[in-house]
């Protein structure tokens, strides 16, 4: 070994010994087990005082290169290469701890995870059933297209131009007048929403939204900075948002037909009262409007009707109706909002896809969308009254719940607070899922989100049953504890 560190290089005489030993291990000279020189040889060979060569041994114990065996020696430890490895690659973990996207809570990863198994009985999915979706007719739609080589590339900033278009004309029977100018093409509600979190608000802004809201279940708004604000839209709204807002931005996050979870559906006279409360203190308003085609009843019209000042932000989407795969949505809003978010959106995309477009277009243009929504709705009708059947034979004593108006849930409350991660775990082990209400509030220990649009028949009257008996002993285990106490 001739080999000597230098006293005029930049790493310390510790650093350059320690890079030494390592070299040795990683050619494979020193492998798994071979005994290393003594300190005292080691300090005569390299010319240094046994303290250096301690300190340099001991840092590659603590990265477990080394290990020391009582009584016998210094040695190359049998996981020196794992050791070695790690030490080579990038620290992932912490890149990850330390991103700007917050993680989702545990229990929706869960729920994520266990949503792709086909022997889970899905309670509280937030989609329609594969039977449910119009499979052939999106297939002989494909046929009957006529797509241009220019179509296969592309689409402009704000989307499709023709169906931008197409979107005015539909929305119009909503009571929307918007021009093409005023739409962008969005890859379903949830990036309408990171746009404006990303191209609108800056950080520390506040978004206002009801206290039970899907926002708390996803975190486009929370990773960029925002501060998420629950507040009552009661008779004080006005002077509420007023006191909370300040002088910081901010928006109101609202949801007005068939809320998820709750699917609450506001009245003309609330919408209103939300418009106006928030004008008072110039806060703009998302609408998200994704469920009112699924209304069973005849829809009211959206806040977005009844804006003369380019106030609010209207999302709508086909993702709860005709497909989510097709990932096509729309954002309405003023000209110089959506061009903002228009060129954040092909920043990170370079538009949403192209043939999902073109047969969005060609179901507004035919008819065959609003055609294909009235046969949808008479099936979730029949699917909620199954459920509200077997809710009130098995259910009615110890839960209540409001007669479904529409969408895909009905937002069960139980007497007793049994909510919990545990009753969660229980009916996973029984192979059915649920989405437990504290998601959507985390203090909310009574609610889930049941949904009767994916389960079929049969899985729906199981997943119920089972439901039934785990709640039953989640509720006697419930009072026990009262007793004790």
Known sequence: MSWQPTRQGELTLQQQISTWITEHIERGDWVAGTKLPTQRQLAMQFGVNRST????????????ILEAKVGSGIYVSHDSWHSLIKQTQPNWQSYIDTSLHKPNYHTIQIINEYEQRDDII???TGELAP??????????????LSLKPKTLGYSSPQGNDRLRKAVCDYVEKRGIHAQPHNVCIVSGALQALQLIAVGLLEQGSIVFQEKTS????VHPFQSVGMQMMAIDRDEQLTQTLAQKKRKRQAVFYAVPTLNNPTGRVWTTR???????ACKQSRIPIIEDDVYHELLFREVTPPIKSIDDSGQVLYIGSVSKTLSPGLRIGW??????????????KMQTDYGSSAISQEIVLHWLQSGKYEQYIVSLRQKLQQRADLVEAILMEKFGDIAEWNKPKGGFYIWLKFHAPIVDKELFTKLLHRLVLINPGYIYNPQDTQHIRLSYAYATDEELKSGLQILHETVDEAIVKHKKQNLEK
């Open 270 to 276: 609330e919408k209103k009262h939300l418009y106006e």
């Open 131 to 144: 039977s449910l979706l119009p499979t052939a007719e999106i297939e002989a739609s494909l046929k009957a």
């Open 214 to 217: 899907y926002l708390n279940s």
């Open 331 to 344: 954002l309405i809003g003023p000209t110089t909002v959506i061009e903002r978010l228009a060129d954040i």
């Open 122 to 124: 899905r309670l509280g």
């Open 53 to 64: 060569i301690q300190q340099a041994l001991e840092e590659l114990k603590s990265a477990g």
